[in-house]
Structure formats: C-alpha cells, structure tokens
C-alpha cells in the first residue's frame, strides 16, 4: 500500500479545516480564535450534552443488549 506523505496529510487536514469552519458546521460562521479551529479540526463534536454524544452514554444499552441481558438473567433465574 503507497505511503501518505506529508503533503497529502497536509491537504486532508485543510480540506476537514474548511469543512468545518466555512461550511457552516456547529451553527455558527465566521471568525473563530486559533485554538477553536484547531479543536474543530481534530474532535469533530462540539459537546457532550445528551444531544451530540453516543446515545448509549444517556439512553443506556441498545436493544439487542438489553433483550441478551434480560434473556440471560432468565437463564440463571430457570437453572435447575
């Protein structure tokens, strides 16, 4: 598999930059001071509110999770 150079990682991170600055990305546009372009850059989700993290951090498990759970606690529940 060819080796990414320097150039290339350097085009890829201009292009996320734009992306996420210009593009309208988190509700705002315009200027924003370095150390937030940089923080855009490398962690896509502004927050952590229960609104832009996982779902499973403030709903709990999925449903396939909770149907194996409950399925195996009935199982140690009915072992004779």
Not at 4 to 23: F, T, V, W
Not at 49 to 56: L, S
């Amino acid at each position: 598999m060819k080796e990414r150079n320097r150039g290339y990682r350097r085009a890829q991170r201009a292009r996320i930059k734009d992306k996420r600055i210009r593009g309208n990305y988190h509700g705002f546009k315009g200027y924003l001071p370095g150390g937030e372009v940089g923080l855009l850059i490398n962690t896509p989700k502004s927050c952590s509110c229960f609104m832009c993290c996982n779902r499973r951090k403030v709903e709990g498990n999925s449903l396939f999770e909770k149907s194996a759970d409950e399925a195996m606690k009935y199982e140690l529940k009915h072992i004779e």
